[in-house]
């Protein structure tokens, strides 16, 4: 399995992805499920993925090479907006379908692949995408300013419970690291270690990308802080007066 | 959906269940998932269920009426021990199984049942069991000291971090309503009222049953005071000192 979180925040975007990819619990491996392209002062593209490595790796492939939409064959590097951008990775999408989904179905191997795309191109806002093994897809909005991909239930409360599209950015790469953090401690298909990137908005640049690994230790001042905090809530709450 | 969580403490277990039922999203109900027998002073046996209702009730019943077990008919008021109650209920889940699993099959209806037995019988400590579809069953131990059935992974993390054996009850009661609250906020499936029992070990008499609704003056403070608390620990964390 695999854990990536996107943040879509008025100040920018905080994507989180871990590393682990498995096949069976006795065959892990480390793969970046974080790749990007940039054109410095016009455009920066995030994509994140999960599910089958061998599919997530045909469609960057495939998008590296350039896939046809609307009559030309386009990169992330060429197309004109986000929209186009979420449209292309859903073809790229649609076309390791056609190529290799018939042989995958005789495998009885499922179509598994869920992706996020972020970035900004000049011309308008920062945006953030969830595109489905269709390769349709669904974007997010201040009313919910997060998406998730894979393992997503664990990280879930503290996002449900405090991200809003105001919180800063500096806020939000806490929050993605807590997320993160209760992904990893309930399930082992996610794994150390992890890949973050921020965009400013309207940077056109990648603000910061870090490799965090067991060792770091603001990410262990994190877990340990968090752990701790939530201990310490839970006891400061008052006990029911109706204690049998 | 469902969610169900049960705590094996020294002090005794507690025990929490949904009751939310849902055939599609258009058509929930309120069925309590929380069966007990007591024979005060002698035994105490607590029954919660998760998946297809038709199958957890036709098991439910099954046990009232008595399940052939090593050669004669036991209910959960006979059967002389905790692992012989584990034992029978798995064998009333296959014995439904046996009468229903075909024509289920036939109607493409998965065979979806997990449930939890806790309680105690005079000379032995009390214990808690997680009994599956095949009628094999686990059982809690001090290493970990929790079950979960339903939908499990939002509720975890904060069981994960902090629960051990020795949780005071009166904690443990706070803890699993943490848990419950954030399954409730992140999925539609689970739903209020929730049923909460606690028995207390050597008690031999449920010492609490108590349905919790949406008014409940302490539920709400443990859903508002756990929220404010989880926003006021995310804010203190420091900040990184690379934020970009």
């Known amino acids: 399995m695999t854990y990536c979180v996107g943040l879509y ?3 920018g975007l905080v994507l989180l992805s871990d590393t682990r ?34 599919i997530t790796q045909a469609v960057w492939n495939r998008l590296q090479e350039g896939v046809q939409l609307d009559g030309s064959r386009h990169t992330l590097r060429t197309v004109p907006n986000m929209f186009r951008a979420a ?4 073809q790229a999408v649609r076309d390791v379908f056609a190529a ?9 191997v499922r179509f598994d692949i869920s992706l996020m795309l972020g970035g900004q191109i000049a011309g308008e806002p920062p945006r953030l995408f969830l595109v489905y093994a269709a390769g349709n897809f669904i974007e ?5 300013p997060f998406l998730q991909i894979g393992e ?14 105001e919180t800063p950015v500096a806020d939000g790469m806490k929050l993605v690291l807590i997320s993160m953090d209760s992904t990893l401690r309930s399930n082992l298909t996610v794994g150390m270690p992890i890949d973050l990137l921020v965009y400013r908005t309207d940077g056109f640049a990648v603000a910061l990308r870090k490799r965090i690994t067991e060792e770091d230790a603001y990410f262990r001042m994190i877990r340990e802080g ?16 109706w204690v049998p």
Chains 1, 2 share one sequence.
């Not at 449209?87 to 859903?90: A, I, K, R």
């Not at 290799?100 to 009885?108: E, M, S």
């Not at 997010?140 to 919910?144: E, G, K, M, R, S």
């Open 9 to 11: 925040l008025r100040e």
């Open 140 to 144: 997010a909005t201040t009313d919910t």
């Open 21 to 54: 990819t498995n096949a069976g619990v006795d065959n892990i491996s480390v793969f970046s499920k974080m790749q990007s392209e940039e054109v410095p002062g016009e455009r920066v593209l995030v994509m994140l993925s999960a599910g089958n490595l061998a």
């Open 152 to 165: 997503h239930k664990y990280g879930k409360p503290i996002l449900d419970r405090v991200v809003n599209f």
């Open 226 to 241: 968090w752990s701790a905090a939530l201990r310490q809530a839970y006891l400061e709450l008052p006990r029911p007066d």
């Open 100 to 108: 290799d989904g018939a042989a995958l179905k005789a495998q009885d």
């Open 87 to 90: 449209q292309l990775v859903g």
